[in-house]
């Protein structure tokens, strides 16, 4: 079954700078979701961007997608300690279910 | 509305017990996924059921693994017998079919020792 692939594993940036994550995907999509997982939480749902759309905003979360490519990101603008956390990007199954890849862990420094 | 909920949320069981984990989905949706989720191989879908009908269970590890959903409102997963490899943590999630993005629960902490 596809699985996304986040890049990179880890990543530890300034509070106030920006954070990018990759996600790379196999087979063709219907849609990809982005989700945080917090320390000791389940995952929540981000946002989520269709096959046929480039790019999509919700407030500082800015996500790309280039079905060429079959990649997408996940940009996080301004970041703050809160944003600290893992980050899985999910591609959907034709059987309606959906594949998270092994996630980004995202630290931000004080 | 209280989410997606989960019990327990720790459990500590020896090895060859019988473990069952439960989840209540949140009233409405109609379709609920059971994941496990370890370091070594990440978020793993287990099994996931459509209006309590299971769909899809080739992720279920083996035959010591069964799931079920008697009702709308209630699915439990069961481990029998446990063995130290199943210690992981446990989420259910649930979705309306059609609308997109999961709700998960805060999940289940196996430690089988």
């Known amino acids: 079954s596809q699985q996304g692939e986040e890049d990179p594993q880890a990543l530890s940036i300034q509070e106030g700078e920006n954070a990018t994550m990759n996600c790379s995907y196999k087979?063709?999509?219907?849609?990809l979701q982005w989700y945080r997982q917090n320390s000791g939480r389940g995952l929540v749902h981000l946002i989520l961007i269709r096959s046929n759309e480039r790019e999509k905003h919700s407030g500082r979360l800015r996500v790309t997608l280039d079905t060429s490519k079959k990649s997408s990101s996940l940009l996080i603008t301004a970041s703050r300690a809160a944003d600290t956390a893992s980050y899985f990007c999910a591609t959907d199954d034709r059987d309606d279910k959906i594949i998270f890849g092994k996630g980004t862990r995202l630290h931000i420094l004080p | 509305d209280a989410g997606v909920i989960q019990s327990p949320r720790h459990e500590v069981t020896e090895m060859g017990q019988e473990v069952t984990l439960r989840c209540k989905p949140i009233s409405g949706h109609n379709s609920l996924f059971w994941y496990r989720q370890t370091m070594m191989r990440g978020l793993e879908l287990l099994i996931y059921?459509?209006?309590?009908?299971?769909?899809?269970d080739s992720g279920m590890p083996e035959d010591r693994f069964s799931a079920k959903m008697p009702n709308a409102s209630f699915s439990t997963l069961k481990i029998q017998p446990s063995e130290p490899r199943d210690s992981a943590v446990y989420f259910c999630?649930?979705?309306?079919?059609?609308?997109?993005?999961?709700?998960f629960g805060s999940g289940t902490r196996l430690t089988v020792v």
């Open positions: 999630a649930s979705r309306l079919t059609g609308v997109y993005g999961y709700t």
């Open positions: 059921f459509n209006n309590n009908v299971p769909i899809d």
């Open positions: 087979t063709s999509i219907n849609n």
